[in-house]
């Protein structure tokens, strides 16, 4: 029999293993998201990459996450939990797989379907797997179940508390009979599902073998990965001054009223502390931009992601993170609000943490331009603040259906040393571009235009991001959108004199020559030959043009 370990042999052996591990665990992360895209049946999936996944403790703490979409990313976090609220992790057998996608359950909004299977070994849960995916469509009012005009959740789609759908790895038929009954693309849905279920299956198969790879050792280093994060994140926290710092923007109305609607948030930092507060936001809105806690936390993941990017990938980044989310408000929205659009309050509420963050670092700066202090801070001017997307469908003219869902990027800040990206999905984003190949051979369109749009940047001593020109004729049939844009009003704002970007823009040009000018958030009908033309926002400059 083996001797025991001493406590100091431990402690050498765990500091040996955890960079060895760190790797391992975002090998098996990468390798589930990488899964999933390849056996998607969906485009937005497939292409565009709108789907995330994630390793977790048994606890409910994050491990490793893909290197993908953080706007899913985040909201895994409150999806696990939610899960385990529901159904106790002792319960849990090897085969076993949870769903859901409500809001109020740590969901994001009715699209974006859940899965989460336990990583079993010995009998014991050790791990969860985790994937999130957005879904073509799950029902709703308007086709791809993202409905502009929606004015509550009962609109928006079918809405799935946490659910057992698989014991020994075999679905339950009525939960996917009601799935499909539901979707307009049901076998869209099964296969994406599919693609899911497949990811977290790959990620319990690896994990399990690196466990056993690692024995004894693999719960300690796990938690050491943990520490270390959390202590490179307070490490640079102390970087920075003490302070509180405040930033407001606005969305271009809620789909309904085209009152603005207002995000404003508070920085507080003490030490190696920092809170996060959205007091002074719109209170909830009728229509679709409400954003819950679970979208939320993604902006707030993303932004303490930014301080220590070389530290693991895992929650100890969110321990010295206070967020406090009033009940109520645009940023935590109590039911049956409409929550499908949610995507612009959160990069809106990103870009606004990353302005006040900004102030931060010039503190800093100026401090250490005394001899008093160094700063090393990361900081940029805000983003353009948009991802467009779009939810196409029509009937072509042979009476077949057809349906497409797009996300269009945008314009990356500048930062104090380098200009902005253009056409590039930002901050909470990450979504890949689909191929104009993709999109004519899935939908009777044609794309005549994909450019980069010039002059869409703020100007500054580094000049902003530019933004996307898009334009897409009808080539037959008939057709609707659901059309998600921002920045059609308000304008991404620079950072330290820098100048703005640009706003949005879209409309439908018709085959008429009639011009219908969209809104922000808008739904439309449209015909062979008609165009959409589409230009999404720039970002903001840093710094004072240097002739001013």
């Excluded at 029999?1 to 001493?6: A, F, L, N, Q």
């Excluded at 109590?334 to 995507?343: C, G, H, K, M």
């Excluded at 059609?488 to 000018?517: E, F, K, Y």
Aim: net charge negative; charged share 20%.
């Amino acid at each position: 029999m083996d001797e025991p370990m001493s406590i100091p042999a431990a402690a050498a052996l765990v500091k040996t293993r955890t960079e060895p591990l760190r790797l391992a665990l975002q090998g098996i992360s990468d390798r589930m998201q990488a899964s999933m895209m390849r056996s998607a049946h969906s485009s937005i999936a497939r292409e565009g990459g709108d789907c995330a996944a994630a390793l977790f403790l048994p606890d409910g703490r994050l491990l490793a996450q893909a290197r993908s979409l953080p706007l899913l990313l985040g909201s895994l976090i409150p999806a696990v939990a939610g899960v385990l609220q529901r159904f106790p992790v002792e319960a849990m057998a090897d085969g076993d797989g949870y769903l859901l996608n409500d809001p109020w359950s740590g969901g994001t909004h009715l699209p974006d379907l859940t899965v989460v299977r336990p990583i079993v070994v010995a009998g014991r849960v050790i791990a969860l797997a985790a994937t999130c995916l957005h879904h073509q469509d799950v029902g709703g009012i308007s086709p791809g179940s993202i409905p502009p005009h929606a004015t509550e959740i009962y609109q928006e789609g079918l809405r799935l508390p946490p659910l057992r759908w698989r014991t020994a790895s075999e679905p339950d038929p009525n939960i996917e009979a009601i799935l499909h009954a539901n979707s307009r693309t049901p076998a869209n849905l099964q296969g994406d599902l599919d693609a899911q279920w497949s990811s977290v299956s790959l990620g319990a198969r690896e994990l399990t073998a690196l466990s056993a790879r690692h024995g004894s050792t693999f719960a300690p280093v796990c938690e050491a990965l943990l520490t270390e994060a959390e202590r490179m994140t307070r490490d640079a926290l102390r970087r920075a001054p003490d302070g509180e710092w405040h930033w407001e923007d606005q969305l271009d109305g809620d789909g309904i009223s085209p009152a603005p609607v207002r995000i404003a948030v508070t920085l507080r930092k003490r030490a190696d502390a920092l809170v996060i507060d959205f007091a002074g936001s719109a209170p909830q809105t009728r229509g679709p931009v409400n954003a819950t806690p679970g979208s939320m936390l993604s902006a707030a993941l993303f932004f303490m992601r930014t301080l220590a990017p070389d530290a693991p990938n895992n929650a100890g980044c969110l321990a010295p993170l206070t967020l406090h989310l009033p009940c109520g408000s645009v940023v935590n929205p109590t039911l049956p609000a409409a929550v499908n659009a949610r995507q612009a309050a959160v990069k809106l509420s990103c870009n606004a943490i990353l302005g006040a963050w900004s102030q931060a670092v010039r503190e800093a700066r100026d401090i250490a331009e005394t001899g008093d202090a160094r700063s090393d801070l990361p900081s940029s001017a805000p983003n353009a603040g948009v991802a467009t997307v779009l939810a196409l469908s029509g009937t072509r003219a042979d009476g077949r259906r057809w349906m497409l869902t797009e996300i269009i990027a945008s314009g990356a800040g500048a930062a104090s040393d380098t200009a902005g990206t253009s056409g590039v999905s930002t901050d909470v984003g990450n979504a890949r571009n689909t191929p104009v190949e993709v999109i004519e051979t899935e939908a009777p369109l044609q794309v005549e235009c994909y450019a980069i749009r010039q002059g869409s940047g703020g100007v500054g001593r580094h000049d902003g991001g530019h933004g996307v020109r898009r334009i897409y004729r009808l080539m037959s049939g008939s057709g609707s959108g659901s059309y998600r844009g921002e920045r059609h009003v308000s304008q991404a704002q620079g950072a330290h004199g820098g100048g703005n970007g640009a706003s949005s823009a879209a409309h439908v040009l018709r085959a008429d020559g009639r011009r219908d000018v969209l809104a922000a958030r808008a739904r439309f009908e449209w015909s062979e030959g008609d165009r959409l033309v589409i230009e999404t926002a720039g970002a903001g400059a840093w710094g004072a043009p240097e002739s001013a």
